[in-house]
């Protein structure tokens, strides 16, 4: 499944959506026109429908050619979620509203009945992107927070509730691949340390369950700093969370990098193993992990 947004040019609020085969083949790919023209980072993918954020952070050439800021935060214009069946058609997106708020990336979603239940960080303002006029937006209310997003299909709304269930800082969140689209009983996110100034970084990761209770955490020494962890599964039957979290961390007083595995259970206890690149990585770095076979 892929997406983009921008898709009839720059700051154009066209969104693309598409498939592609095992093989390669791109099966479909479809546009459609949004609210506006937003900064859609992420999207997300159940078993039998995709959801399209557009939230707040606006694309403007008006503003770019005047030497303002390209992507901005403007509250007023509002969220949406667009809400599609797989197999269905773009002309048939129904658009649900909810609070102001930015999302960069989902942990999971998956389906219960007539409602959609999505797992993402959500922020209350837009971090890294200024107000139209160049101001910033509110440090304290730019900070992702764990939030359960559901969308009721069946009722007589277009809103969506949204939920916060931790009040870590937190991004770059992750399930067991094999559950994506489903509902998953494990979840990993890395954290900052709450006993820190919240400019610190990330710097520890977050083990949550099903229901969005955290399960344990894990902090670093006070200034090194932690990118996304990534789960690999102990083997291809083993039971959802069996497994480990590979994740790259900066240590601060020597500037290099190590690969950091943790037991995906129990992060609590640390790492297991380290392998010491001897280089630094940059913060933010994320991908996928695959076996060598």
Known sequence: ???????????TPTLSFGTVSASGNVTRFDRFEAPYASMVHDFI??????????????GSM??????????????????YVGVMKRQGSANDIVWFRAENCYVFHVMNAWE????????????????????????????NKSRARYCRWIFDLAGNTDRFSQTYLDDLTGEFPRVDDR???????????????PDLPIIGGLSGIAH??????????????????????????????AAEGDGWL?????????????????????????????VHLGHRVPDGFHGNWVGAN
């Not at 559950?179 to 340390?193: D, T």
């Open 208 to 237: 949550v369950d099903g229901n969005g209770k955290r399960n344990d955490k894990y902090h670093l020494p006070t200034g090194d700093t932690i990118s996304e962890p990534v789960f690999v599964e102990r083997a291809a039957d």
């Open 246 to 274: 590979l994740t790259v961390v900066w240590r601060a007083r020597d500037n290099v990098s190590d690969l950091a595995v943790f037991n995906a259970v129990d992060v609590e206890a640390g790492p297991v193993a380290l």
């Open 45 to 58: 993918v159940t078993e039998n429908h995709l959801l399209f954020p557009v939230l707040p952070i606006t």
């Open 179 to 193: 559950r994506a689209g489903r509902k998953s009983m494990h979840g990993w996110y890395a954290c900052a340390n």
């Open 112 to 139: 219960d009945g007539s409602r959609i239940i999505a797992d993402v960080m959500q922020c209350e303002e837009a971090p890294l992107f200024p107000h139209p006029d160049g101001r910033p937006t509110d440090l």
């Open 62 to 79: 008006a503003r770019a050619r005047a030497g303002q800021p390209a992507y901005a935060w403007e509250p007023e214009k509002g969220a």
């Open 1 to 11: 499944m892929l997406f983009g947004y921008n898709a009839a040019g720059p700051f």
